[in-house]
Each structure stands twice: as structure tokens, then as C-alpha cells.
């Protein structure tokens, strides 16, 4: 983020995308649409983002689907431990 004028900026702030607000479910509708041929400085210029900014955000949606496979191992692995336990 940007200071700019003693506030925060976001890009995703821009068209209705408050930073705090935006969904995984936005960043990736945001993504697909990126990633449909739309030329990328085109793209920026709607959402007011810098190319750096969509790089970013594929990044931390392959961050967030590792996190989320993970978690889901870990959960999985947790339940047939605790199933176990109750067979002793």
C-alpha cells in the first residue's frame, strides 16, 4: 500500500474494492479476467493497479490454495489420530 494523502491506498480500492473488504472470491473473479486476454495495462488502468500489484495477487492466491491444502492434510490427519485413540 501507498500512503497518499495521510490515508492508505489500496489499489483494489478502486471501482467499489475496499482492501479490507475484498473477498477471495473478487480477487479471483479479478484474476480470470486478467488472465482473459484483456491487455494488462488496460486492465491496471480499470482497477487502478500497477502490474506489480496483479503479479502479487497471483501470488498470494497460490500462497492461500497451498495454505488451504495444508490445512486440509493436517485436519485429515488430526481426525484419523483422534479416531485411533477412541479404538484404544
Keep these: 500500500m501507498v500512503q497518499h494523502k495521510s490515508r492508505k491506498f489500496s489499489p483494489l480500492t478502486h471501482r467499489g474494492f475496499n ?3 475484498t473477498t ?7 484474476l480470470k479476467e486478467a488472465e482473459a486476454g484483456i491487455p494488462v495495462k ?3 488502468r480499470k482497477y487502478g493497479m500497477e502490474t506489480s500489484d496483479i503479479k502479487r495477487l497471483k501470488e498470494l492466491e497460490a500462497e492461500n490454495h497451498k495454505l488451504k491444502q495444508m490445512f486440509t492434510q493436517l485436519s485429515l ?5 483422534e479416531g485411533v485413540i477412541k479404538k484404544l
Design 77 to 81: 490427519k488430526s481426525q484419523l489420530q
Design 19 to 21: 482492501h479490507e473488504k
Design 42 to 44: 488496460e486492465f491496471c
Design 24 to 30: 477471495e472470491h473478487q480477487i479471483v473473479s479479478i
